[in-house]
């Protein structure tokens, strides 16, 4: 099933590239390139696909591609937001390499997956079975969410559509970086992008466009504030497909999207800014709504359900589990920073009566018993 869809995207693309370059007959039989992509920020986000194998979204997104000349205001000055990627297409080469920040990345390596796959239908197009080495540096942290994937792959699919001499049109650089992963679609694209979700089974109408240029609106910048640089611990693919499968709120961001699609799109052709921060705030928090309506993986660590939490109108998690469990999970809660004090309550009885030693009242004299006792309860 899923190489069927692949072998149909791959003659649809074929038949639409009229343009194949053959090499050139010299000695070597050489083709070496270098290219650089820049990360997107999405402003109305992609989150959840309607087909896992052709990466097609339940709806459109729009995004805007970042310039990688950009400014460090102050912090490590030396992030630049772009991916560069050399590829070499010889046969002196033996087998093929992929190296990703210097290190040798093999086809089993789960979050290479969508980079085999874009190369693999870039070369079934070309018709080319000639050896690769491909060498790709991010200058910024990757999955840390600043879209190293989107960077990453969208200057992938570009430099080795090059190097086999391929001469594609964004919209097939664009479907072809859908593959191997959704944020790449805009990124192989310039300014205001917008990555329609369209409504074939075959993917071929679903690609990104640019809607306006960079130069359309000079003003506008992304201010990137950065608390961590760790990896995320769930990778976006398998977050979004968690949320489709157990958010209730999902089918109601889907129903809305399309509202704020064309609000963004006026509030970019007004250059409102006061119209443009409201809607990209309603909708990062729309999606963050539906992210913590997920119930999946909430236990990945164990391997199998050992707890769930509740909040009530406070800030203070409830963590509801078996005896059997408190010890796994105090010493977990233990390493958290800002947890003062951590309580055990059973499931309780009902107000039940108390002897009267236990009154608080002193009859004789008409008082409290002891005052400091009574003070005690109100003071944690
Ligand atoms: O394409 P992926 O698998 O990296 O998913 C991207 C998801 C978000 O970054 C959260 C939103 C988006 O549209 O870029």
Redesign the pocket.
Known sequence: MATKKLTTLCSFLATVSAGVVGFENEIYHESMVTVRASP???L????GKRDQIL?LPHHS?I?ITLDGDNEVLYGDKNIKLFTTTSVLISNRLTHDELYINEELITSDDQSAH?LFRAIKILRDIADSREKMLIVSENLFPTAA?L?S??SGIAALVFAVSMALKLDLSSRQLSIIARMG??????SVIGGVVR?NSGLRDDGSDSFAQQIYSPNYWPEIVDLIAIVSLEEKKT???D??AATVKSSGLYKERVRGVDERLQDLENAFREQNLAKLAKIVMIESNN?HATMLDTIEDLNRDTGSVIAGYTFDAGPNAHIITVKKYVGIITDRLSKIEGIKTLIMAGVGEGPRLLDSSDSLINREVLKPRDPSRAGALYTL
Request: proline share 0%.
């Open positions: 997107n920020i999405a109305i986000k992609y989150w990466m997104s995004s969508g969410g879209a994937s989107a992963s959704g944020s790449a679609s805009r990555w990778s976006s693919r977050g979004m999606m």
